[in-house]
């Protein structure tokens, strides 16, 4: 069975410094790996994708995520982290070609000034 | 801009009541999902269906919730008693024909329900 394992629950960073975001998984495969952010009373936002390729894949909002599998690791990072990405992140995987996926319970991000 | 859409966006109920939450999916997708989101269990998969037929339900309580699509543009979500504990955000998400590379999905803005 696949999960997904998001070991801080709530981390704090300042706005300019970097940021990442831990990301594991359990899967018998390659598998499909997500990363949504939800801003509050907001639905799910997909920030990046990854199923095969090239290893670091770029996303939207100046996110990047890298799949490592001999980690089974797919951490997020962002170089310089602005006030508006305080948010939830979920990361998620899926078998390939299917749509169904785990979500990880969800890194809540606080910028302070 | 396509996106999804929930109705109603907030729902308080007295326990023992009915409710239903309905989604209308991105126009040509056809595989919805409803989730449930609480601060105890974070986000669990209900229910989803392909091209309006039910693929998995097996995350939701058979004896009082019920999923269905009565066309390619709503599907509902209906809880008949409700009761306290079913409290939380109720998502809907749609997305595309699989097998075309990762299809993501995409999640309307939540249906928050509050039962007293």
């Known amino acids: 069975a696949q999960s997904v394992t998001q070991p801080d629950i709530h981390i704090t960073v300042s706005e300019g410094a970097s940021l990442e975001l831990r990301c594991n998984y359990s899967?018998?495969?390659?598998?499909?790996l997500f990363w949504y952010v939800q801003s509050p009373g907001q639905g799910l936002q997909l920030l990046l994708k990854?199923?095969?390729?090239?290893?670091l894949v770029q996303g939207i909002k100046g996110f990047e995520a890298e799949f490592k599998r001999s980690q089974s690791s797919f951490n997020l990072r962002k170089p310089s982290v602005h006030w508006s990405d305080a948010a939830e992140y979920f990361c998620?995987?899926?078998?390939?070609?299917?749509?169904?996926?785990?979500f990880g319970i969800g890194t809540k991000l606080q910028v302070i000034p | 801009d396509a996106r999804v859409t929930q109705t109603p966006r907030h729902k308080v109920t007295e326990m023992g009541q009915e409710v239903t939450m309905r989604c209308q999916p991105i126009l040509g997708h056809n595989t919805v999902f409803w989730y449930r989101q609480t601060m105890m269990q974070g986000l669990e998969l209900l229910a989803y269906f392909r091209n309006r037929a039910p693929l998995d339900d097996s995350g939701m309580p058979k004896d009082r919730f019920s999923a269905e699509m009565p066309d390619a543009t709503l599907a509902t979500l209906k809880i008949q008693p409700s009761e306290p504990r079913d409290s939380a955000v109720y998502f809907c998400?749609?997305?595309?024909?699989?097998?075309?590379?990762?299809?993501?999905?995409?999640f309307g803005p939540g249906t928050r329900l509050t039962v007293t």
């Open positions: 998400a749609s997305g595309a024909t699989p097998g075309q590379g990762a299809n993501e999905q995409y």
């Open positions: 998620a995987v899926g078998p390939p070609g299917y749509q169904k996926v785990t």
């Open positions: 899967y018998g495969a390659t598998p499909y």
């Open positions: 990854y199923f095969s390729g090239d290893t």
